[in-house]
């Protein structure tokens, strides 16, 4: 079946100028999770959502960064005003449930200028 | 911090069987091992994972070792396209952001 799906799959923009970044769940799956991972570096949590509970934002390095999820399945990710640093590749994962193994997506690749 | 060890790099030749240890002696009862790998430019892909019994799917065989310290994770005919960076993870199930990845081990299938 398909995979996680993220779009687009890179992303040049300005330093000052918003970004959205989506990511499209595999179907069915109740949990879904924004990571960062910058050049040769490990994961960084930035936030996940578990059905209808409340998302859990506690990796969000400032209030730039946002997410939502709507319906339940597609989620997108909106940094307002980005800077050079948050130059990384954002990843999305997915899982059945929160104790369910999670799947990635390719990721997008974002660089600020 | 990876609560993980695992060697930078390794080599191994295409047919042959590619034997990664992993070193997680503070692994905790309720911690699961999972292994994820990462090709260059994509996103990291799941390969296996369990909590003490050896486990085997259609990648690869996972062997802990009775005390839990240390695992080694088994592709049993490496082929070119197993060259990747591969993860080992200890965490709990319902741990979403406690995902931290070490640097891996970078493995290198040779013709």
């Known amino acids: 079946g398909a995979g996680v799906s993220q779009s687009p799959s890179n992303k040049v923009t300005e330093k000052g100028k918003d970004v959205e970044l989506r990511c499209d769940p595999i179907s069915g799956h109740t949990a879904l999770y924004w990571y960062r991972q910058s050049l040769g570096q490990g994961l960084e949590f930035l936030i996940y959502?578990?059905?209808?509970?409340?998302?859990?934002k506690s990796g969000l390095p400032s209030d730039r960064f946002s997410a939502e999820r709507t319906g339940g399945s597609v989620s997108t990710l909106t940094i307002q005003r980005t800077q050079q640093e948050d130059s990384a590749v954002y990843l999305c994962?997915?899982?059945?449930?929160?104790?369910?193994?999670?799947?990635f997506g390719p990721g997008t690749r974002l660089l600020v200028l | 911090d990876a609560k993980t060890t695992q060697p930078p790099s390794m080599d191994c030749a295409e047919g042959r069987a590619a034997n990664l240890p992993c070193n997680h002696s503070t692994i905790s009862g309720n911690e699961y091992v999972y292994w994820y790998r990462q090709i260059h430019s994509q996103g990291p892909q799941y390969i296996i994972h369990?909590?003490?019994n050896n486990e085997t799917n259609e990648m690869a065989s996972l062997i802990i070792t009775e005390d839990r310290k240390s695992s080694t994770l088994i592709l049993p005919h490496a082929t070119l396209r197993d060259t990747a960076v591969y993860y080992c993870i200890v965490r709990m199930l319902w741990d979403g952001q406690n995902f931290v990845f070490g640097p891996g081990t970078r493995l290198s299938v040779l013709p």
């Open positions: 959502f578990q059905g209808n509970s409340a998302p859990d």
């Open positions: 369990g909590l003490k």
């Open positions: 994962a997915s899982s059945l449930g929160i104790r369910e193994t999670q799947y």
